[in-house]
Each structure stands twice: as structure tokens, then as C-alpha cells.
């Protein structure tokens, strides 16, 4: 049984910054990629980014590139989004995600999923 725990939402105001973290049991952290979706209210959930089994590949979506970051703790079993410069539009519930392919974008791509954390920006 994997287990996959989000924490680090929050209120904040445009133009600041948060770190998500995604602690991960059960399994070995290091053969897992990791991911990071969203859903807005009224909205489909979306990719933000993801990130390699060795840390080495990583992808974001148009929207986000330039301002978020996706790292891995292999140490700490634990990935993290650090978002920067954030604007009322990221406001979703952010939820991580595991699985075994090389590097993925897309939903049915991911096996494990965390229960979510509310991001709230306001203007």
C-alpha cells in the first residue's frame, strides 16, 4: 500500500510564494516518478508539473513554467512544488501523484494520489 500525504496550501497574495510538499510510504520513493495536478472549481484537473525517477527530467505546464519549481528528497521520501509569483488563476486544489512511468503528464499515467491541499490567491 503506498501512501501519498500532501501538505503547505494556503491563503496568499498574488505575487507571493508557497512550497507543497507530497510525503510518500510504503514503497520505494526512488522508483517512483512524481507529479503535481490541480482543480479549480468548476474545472477539469490539470497538470503542473512533474519530475523523473532520478530527478534529472522535468516538466510544467505552459501555464506555470518560468514560476514553479518540482524537486524530490529521496532521503525524506518527500516531493515538493515551490510555487512562485503566484496568481489568482493557480487557485486550486493541488494534489500529488506517483506512478512508474520515465516522466509523466498525464492522469492515467499516475498509480498513487495524495488526498489534495487547497491553494487559495487573492488579488
Known amino acids: 500500500q503506498v501512501q501519498l500525504v500532501d501538505s503547505g496550501g494556503g491563503l496568499v497574495q498574488a505575487g507571493g510564494s508557497l512550497r507543497l510538499s507530497c510525503a510518500t510510504s510504503g514503497r520505494a520513493f526512488s522508483s517512483f516518478s512524481l507529479g503535481w495536478f490541480r482543480q479549480a472549481p468548476g474545472k477539469e484537473r490539470e497538470f503542473v508539473a512533474a519530475l523523473s525517477r532520478s530527478g534529472g527530467l522535468t516538466a510544467y505546464a505552459d501555464s506555470v513554467k518560468g514560476r514553479f519549481t518540482i524537486s524530490r528528497d529521496n532521503a525524506k521520501n518527500t516531493v515538493y512544488l515551490q510555487m512562485n509569483s503566484l496568481k489568482p488563476e493557480d487557485t486550486a486544489v493541488y494534489c500529488c501523484?506517483?506512478?512508474?512511468?520515465?516522466?509523466?503528464?498525464?492522469?492515467?499515467?499516475?498509480?498513487?494520489w495524495g488526498q489534495g491541499t487547497q491553494v487559495t490567491v487573492s488579488s
Open positions: 501523484a506517483a506512478g512508474s512511468a520515465v516522466l509523466a503528464g498525464r492522469e492515467g499515467q499516475y498509480d498513487y
